[in-house]
């Protein structure tokens, strides 16, 4: 079982940038693949961006690809979305989560195929 807590939302100007973090509890992080993921309101949740575990993959929605870069560190139970050059459009709750894979490489960009979510973090982009 992990537990996610996601830290590091807020308000920017358009252009500006934000780093959200997500801290997982639980010795096995390692053998998780993370994602993130935004709900907008009156939206849907969409796949933002996704990591496996083994060697790092990443996946990327279009609509954020070039701007947005995702990272892991086992070390510290810690992924990371860091965000250039945000757009109003961005402006969502942003929400990490996890599935666990044994062979770490997997990269999972659909919202059914993870088992834990976080609790969400606020950004919002003004114009």
């Known amino acids: 079982q992990v537990q996610l807590v996601e830290s590091g939302g807020g308000l920017v100007q358009a252009g500006g940038s934000l780093r959200l973090s997500c801290a997982a509890s639980?010795?096995?992080?390692?053998?998780?693949?993370m994602g993130w993921f935004r709900q907008a309101p009156g939206k849907e949740r969409e796949f933002v961006a996704a990591?496996?575990?083994?060697?790092?993959?990443?996946a990327y929605a279009d609509s954020v690809k070039g701007r947005f870069t995702i990272s892991r560190d086992n070390a510290k139970n810690t992924v990371y979305l860091q965000m250039n050059s945000l757009k109003p459009e961005d402006t969502a709750v942003y929400y990490c989560?996890?599935?666990?894979?044994?062979?770490?490489?997997?990269?999972?960009?659909?919202?059914?195929?993870?088992?834990?979510w976080g609790q969400g973090t606020q950004v919002t982009v003004s114009s």
């Open positions: 989560a996890a599935t666990r894979d044994y062979s770490g490489t997997y990269v999972y960009t659909t919202a059914a195929d993870y088992d834990h």
């Open positions: 990591i496996n575990w083994r060697r790092g993959n990443t």
């Open positions: 639980g010795r096995t992080f390692s053998s998780y693949a």
